[in-house]
Structure formats: structure tokens, C-alpha cells
């Protein structure tokens, strides 16, 4: 059974740090690309970050690119999204996600998704 569970989120002040992480089972990650994605209340779910297997492409959206960072760790068939600089606007679920072959940020190409972790920046 395919499984995606994310883990690592909180109440953090501003310009606090956080990592994410999304264990995966199931499946192997050799050739899926795995995203990050944030739901912020009463928003759509966008594109944070996406990681292509097996070579390790990374991409980002354009408001995160710079304080967030994304990396696997096939051993443990997880995925990571380390977040530092943390700010007001980056508060919501985050949630990962799977799709085969190459990344895309938009979550209409992605079939199989986790619970969620939520993340609060506040001061």
C-alpha cells in the first residue's frame, strides 16, 4: 500500500527554522518525483518544492527558492524540506506528494498524497 506521511511541523517564531519530513512506504523513490506543497486557509494548494529520482533535481517555487531546501534519503525512502528564515506567509499544511518520472509544482499532476503537517510562523 502506497504511504505518504509527513512529520516535523510547529509553532515557530519568524526567522526560526524547520525540517519536514516525508517518509515514504509502499513504493520506492527510485523513480517517482516527490513535492512539497502548502495549503494555506481558505487558499489552493500550491507548489513549494519538488525533487526528481534517481538523479536529484531540485526545484522551487520562486518565493521559497533560497530558504528552502529539499533532499532524499533513499536509504530511508525519505524526503526532507529544510526551511530556515521562516516567515508569517509560509504558515499552512504542508503536504507531500507523488508522482512518476519528472516534477511539476502544480498539484493537478499529482495522484497520491499524505496527511499533512501543519506549520504555524508566529510571533
Known amino acids: 500500500q502506497v504511504q505518504l506521511v509527513e512529520s516535523g511541523g510547529g509553532l515557530v517564531q519568524p526567522g526560526e527554522s524547520l525540517r519536514l519530513s516525508c517518509a515514504a512506504s509502499g513504493f520506492a523513490l527510485d523513480y517517482y518525483a516527490i513535492g512539497w506543497f502548502r495549503q494555506a486557509p481558505g487558499k489552493e494548494r500550491e507548489g513549494v518544492s519538488c525533487?526528481?529520482?534517481?538523479?536529484?533535481?531540485?526545484f522551487y517555487a520562486n518565493s521559497r527558492r533560497g530558504r528552502f531546501t529539499i533532499s532524499r534519503d533513499n536509504a530511508k525512502n525519505t524526503v526532507y524540506l529544510q526551511m530556515i528564515s521562516l516567515k508569517p506567509e509560509d504558515t499552512g499544511v504542508y503536504y507531500c506528494?507523488?508522482?512518476?518520472?519528472?516534477?511539476?509544482?502544480?498539484?493537478?499532476?499529482?495522484?497520491?498524497w499524505g496527511q499533512g503537517a501543519q506549520v504555524t510562523v508566529s510571533s
Open positions: 525533487i526528481e529520482m534517481p538523479i536529484g533535481n531540485t
Open positions: 506528494a507523488r508522482r512518476p518520472g519528472t516534477c511539476r509544482l502544480d498539484k493537478v499532476y499529482f495522484a497520491s
